[in-house]
Structure formats: C-alpha cells, structure tokens
C-alpha cells in the first residue's frame, strides 16, 4: 500500500482561538488545528465548528518561531512547471505569514526577523510535487520504501524546510520537545498529508525530441541545506562534515513518458540487451546525477572592500575528522567519488590546491601521484590516488585541472583533456536506468543499471569554472546513454540535432545562472559559452557586469543575506529574551556609520568577521586625524550576544 500523500488542497479556516486546516478533497481526514497563540498542535475528527474559512493554499511550508510570536507559512500559489513520470511538479510562487498571536507585537529586532525569512522566501527557487518525491534521485526512489510517507522519505539534505517543519514532524511521531501537543507520545499518521517536503534550487522539465524520436528532458539541482548561505560568508567545510554551497544534479531523460501527450519509441534490439523491445513501448528512465561542493578543509576568505578577499586556512589536519565524516556520507551515497579540482596552481587558491591535495594523501592509502605538463601549464593535471583498495577512502580518486591556463585565450574545447582524463571512471560508474513495473499501482521502478560513482565538482566558488565542466560531463553521459539505446547511432552524439542542442546548453545555463544567484547574489559567468559553444563580446561584458555587482552584494548586501538562511533553517534561534540592546540595533560610532563597510552578519557573526572589524578600528584610533573622534566600545553585535543568553545556539535537526 503506497504512503499517505501531501493533500493537494487544503482550506485555511481562522478564529481568535486557532487556524484549523482541512482537505476538501478528503472530507474523511481528520482536520489539523493550530492554537491560538501557544502554537499547540491537535488532530480533530471532522470539521471545526466556530472558525470561518479563509482561503485555500496550496500547503503548509512550516512553522517558525521568531522572537516574539510564531508565524505558520503557507504557500498561497504554485506554479505547474511540468510531469516527470506523469506526477505534476509545482514551483512556489508565493507565500503568506498567518500569525499567532491575533494582535501582533511590534518589535524592531521581530520586524527584521520577519522581513530577512520573507525576503529569503522571495527570492528562493523552491520546487515541490504531491505525489513524486523530488528530494531524492531517481535510483535512491528505487530504493525507497514507498510505503512509507513522503516526508519519512525525503532526502534529508534536500528536504530544505525541514526545520521549520519540525513542530509538525514532532507531533507525527509524538515527540514534543519544540510545540505542545495534546497527545504527546502517541503518534498522529494523520499527520503525513499535512507535511510537504520542499526543495531548493533549480527544475526544468522539456518535452522535446532528438532524432525526431521524443523524450522528457529534465534537469534538477538540489541544494544541501547544511552549511548553506552565501559566497564570503560560507566556505569550505563545518565539524559535522557539511560544506558550502553543496549541490546535486541530476540530467534525466525519460522515454515513451505518456504523460506528455508525445508518442513514444521503439528501438531496433530485445529487451535481452536492455534496449526498448520492438513489441512494447516500457517508461524507461534515464539519470545521471554529479555534485559540487566547497574544498573540504577550514578555510575562509575574509571580505576587506579588497575586490580579492584575503584568504585564510587552518592546518590541514584539524579538518581530518571532518573531511572522514563527509567523505563517509558521499561514499554511502554515491559510491566511488571523482574529486574534480579547477582551482588556479598560482597566486592565492593555490594555498586551497595544496590543501584539498594534502587532505586526499591523509585520506587515501598509500598515495600514488602523477603529474603533466605542456605549453599551457606547468602541471595540467595532477592525479592522486591509492596505491590499491584497502579501505573505503580509498574510493576517493582526486584530478586537479588547470582549468584557466588551459584554456585561456577562449581554447574551451582544451577542457576536453580533463574528459579523456575521467572517461574510463565515467565509463565503469555508469548511470541509472529503470523501467516502471508492470501492474505497480506504487510506481516502483525495475531498475536494469546504477550509478557507482559520481563526479565531485570544485573550483573556489563551485560556480563558473564548475558549470562548464559539470555541462561537458552531461554531454557525455546523454550521448552515452542515446547512444545504449539506439536513439543515436555509435559515433553520432546528440549535438548533431541542432533544435534539441540549444536546448541542453540553455538548460544548462540556466542552471548555472540558478546556483550562482543563490551563493553570489548574481548570473554565472562564462554562461555565454554555455549557451552558444563560444565566447562572445557581450558575454565578456555581461561577466563584466556580473563581477562588479558580486563585489557590491557579497560586500554590503550578503550580511543580511545570511542572516536569513540561517533563520530560515534553523541555524539560529531568535532569542525570546524582551528587554536589553536591541540584536539589529548598529552601535557603532556615527562617524564609523557613514564610511562604507563590509555589512556582515549580524547573528552568527564569522570570528574572522569580528577580529577583522576590531583590525580596522584599532588602526582608524591610532589614525591622527580620526582617531580623536573615535571612543573605544566593542560591536554591538558581540554585546547583544552576551546581553541575550540563549541567542546565538545551532540546532542540528
């Protein structure tokens, strides 16, 4: 029996003493019932007498406490991006706060709480699907207990307001530790269809064909919610072994998908050696899945109003115990992990080179390395593996790609030397293929391949550099899997279809332009190759752009910025805590005020940010002219951390 599904519809209903949600679709379910305003949760048969209805939504993204009331957030409007496997995906348009309290308190720390989660809200791409779990790949679906209900399902990473889902989880399983329950240590199913797993980051779905023979072309990045926030202000990795700006993409082409109102495609051979049979037209699917994420070391670049930030890393070996935990978990996932660096060998990344290098050789055993060289770079690629498999590290295979050398002087097609290097990796870690069942009324999947290894991402941002290969390496993988099929013939590749390869490279770009906007506040750069296979004046111009607007967001607008991820996702608690300095509240002198700063993050404020701030205002006192109307004070963000006892506290959920 499949799991209870998200309702698709559900009636808002409002009183002085609660909000009361029920399904109109299901008038058998129990209805879900909010206190009015201590937040406590209960399941009632039927519908709720005294309330009046106040509009449909489309579901509830979550429950989130700011400092003086609690807010449930429902999305008010969602968009139909297209059918993957014939479920409908939606994007979240819009989202609406419904208070607590019935007479909100007006506070100016709750007022920048509430406009940094709507601000973030705003902005935001986030996906979701009543019947499909869109969190995890298509090969981890297969793996799944679809008996279960989505949320139980979702993939944790990517389940990206888990956190504010969590007083309805902890009422699910009856476990009440952040919201008070009537029934606490009995578990409430009727629960499930009122959780609705959101992800972060980019789809799009194309009806499309290649040859002339249809397909579902999808592409889906997803955003880890760990260590998650913005360029200058998250980098590298954390003590649970998560890093910044990780993401999971996953190309997927799906054939003979009905839903899409195409025909579909018999290919010439048996289903003996897995392609279509000629008597049937089976759904088949088609992924394959890459990551990016930060070098996994200690390591941060400190914003100075420098156009280039002055880099800091701690010893390699204090970030031991973290990079086992995250290469642990990659390796459980994914299997055999490519570790694709793109960093510069010179100037400041090379310190970030070094390092990433230096922890594969603590990790692997027995290190063998090897290194080449031409007219472009001294060292074009840099190699470092175990000597043989004796342990799980050992599934680690780091290549260093001078990616800017090689290919400087608009010579993109050099990045191809980093592809005949991966190739045979690429080859033996495959990709997953599956078709649906026969006769299964859950959607279970026969699966006929799987994905071994994946390709791991990086350059200092794991944005442009990162895009252009992340692109060659689906290139690869599509033509490969076209070509298994017999949709193209051996030695042909899906560019040869003009109408289909504008497509794939504007998906792509897109893409980048996506999880660039999320980490750096801007467009990715190069995205003009991306889109046209070469670069273009305009697109020097439009990077041109795009660098100078990184400067001016990462500088005095990402603060802010942050700050609302961490809010949003739990990685700070606003303090209940009335009375003392306000949080926001900017104490520093006047004269400081009006002189252009970096405008960092006002809750977890980074050590480095505060030891660099306390730099400056110790040379601008000793200045001879200045310094007499500077007074000596701390920042009034360490102050209203100590005013404020429990402000400031992390929650791992």
């Known amino acids: ?49 005294g309330s009046k209805r106040v509009s449909s939504i489309a579901g509830i993204l979550g429950i989130i406490k700011l400092k003086l009331d609690k807010y449930i957030i429902v999305i008010t ?72 209900p989505m949320w139980k399902r979702a993939d944790d990473r990517f389940f990206w307001n888990r956190f504010i889902q969590s007083d309805l989880i902890d009422f699910r399983i009856g476990a009440g530790t952040s919201a008070g329950f009537r029934h606490q240590g009995r578990e409430q199913p009727g629960v499930d269809a009122f959780i609705l797993p959101v992800m972060f980051g980019m789809m799009r779905i194309a009806n499309t064909r290649i040859k002339s023979t249809p397909i579902t072309f999808t592409l889906i990045t997803r955003r880890s919610r760990f260590r998650a926030g913005t360029r200058y202000f998250s980098r590298g990795i954390d003590e649970q072994g998560q890093v910044s700006n990780f993401n999971e993409t996953e190309q997927i ?73 995250h290469f642990e978990e990659q390796i459980r996932l994914y299997g055999d992990i490519y570790l ?40 074009k690629l840099h190699v470092v593996k175990p000597r043989e498999r004796r342990q799980e590290f050992d599934r680690l295979h780091y290549v260093y790609f001078d990616f800017h050398n090689e290919t400087k002087g608009l010579k993109w097609h050099r990045a191809l030397i980093l592809l005949d290097q991966l190739k045979q990796g690429l080859i033996q870690g495959g990709y997953f293929r599956a078709v649906d069942m026969p006769g299964d009324t859950q959607g279970q999947l026969e699966v006929r391949y799987q994905q071994t290894a994946v390709v791991r991402t990086n350059c200092m941002d794991c944005l442009d550099r990162t895009n252009v290969v992340q692109t060659m390496l689906a290139r690869f993988a599509l033509t490969r899997q076209l070509t298994d099929v017999g949709i193209i013939p051996l030695g042909e590749s899906q560019d040869d279809d003009e109408a289909f390869q504008h497509l794939f490279r504007n998906v792509w770009a897109d893409n980048a332009d996506v999880v660039s906007k999320s980490y750096s506040g801007t467009g990715a750069l190069k995205t003009d190759f991306t889109r046209t296979g070469k670069r273009t004046r305009a697109g020097a111009l439009q990077d041109l752009n795009n660098s100078i607007t990184r400067y001016l967001r990462n500088n005095f607008a990402d603060g802010p910025r942050q700050d609302g991820f961490d809010v949003f996702l739990g990685a700070y608690l606003p303090s ?40 400056t205002m110790g040379s601008i006192r000793q200045d001879a002219i200045v310094g007499q109307f500077i007074t000596r004070h701390q920042r009034g963000v360490s102050n209203a951390k100590v005013s404020a006892l429990e402000e400031g506290k992390k929650r791992i959920q």
């Open 576 to 615: 209940t805590y009335i009375g003392g300095a306000l949080l926001f509240a900017d104490r520093r002198p006047v004269l400081i005020q009006a002189v252009p700063y970096v405008n960092w993050p006002k809750l977890n404020t980074p050590r480095w940010a505060v030891d660099g701030y306390q730099e």
């Open 253 to 325: 082409v799906i054939l003979n998908d009905n839903s899409d109102g195409l025909g579909g495609f018999a290919g010439g051979g048996g289903m003996q050696n897995g392609k279509i049979g000629s008597d049937g037209q089976e759904l088949q699917i088609m992924s394959y899945v890459q990551t990016r994420g930060s070098v996994p070391v200690y390591w941060a670049e400190v914003n100075t109003l420098h156009y280039v930030p002055k880099l800091q890393i701690r010893a390699v070996e204090s970030a031991l115990d973290a990079a086992r935990k």
């Open 1 to 49: 029996m499949a799991g209870m599904l998200p309702f698709k519809d559900i009636n808002v209903h409002a009183s002085a003493s609660h909000y009361a949600f029920t399904s109109p679709s299901t008038p058998s379910a129990p209805t879900l019932v909010v206190e009015r305003p201590s937040g406590d949760l209960r399941l009632n048969d039927g519908p709720l007498l």
């Open 340 to 379: 694709v660096n793109l960093v510069n060998q010179k100037g400041r990344e090379d310190g970030v080179k070094k390092a990433y290098e230096q922890m594969v050789r603590l990790l692997v055993s027995q290190p063998t390395e090897s290194s080449q060289s031409d007219e472009y770079s001294p060292e």
């Open 77 to 148: 409007k969602a968009q139909p991006m297209g059918r993957l496997k014939g479920h409908m995906v939606y994007k979240v348009v819009a989202t609406e706060f419904l208070p607590l309290r019935e007479r909100p308190l007006h506070d100016p720390d709750e007022d920048i709480y509430y406009s940094l989660v709507k601000a973030l809200l705003k902005t935001g791409p986030m996906y979701f699907s009543y019947s499909l779990d869109i969190t995890n790949s298509f090969q981890r679906q297969a793996q799944s207990n679809l008996a279960a």
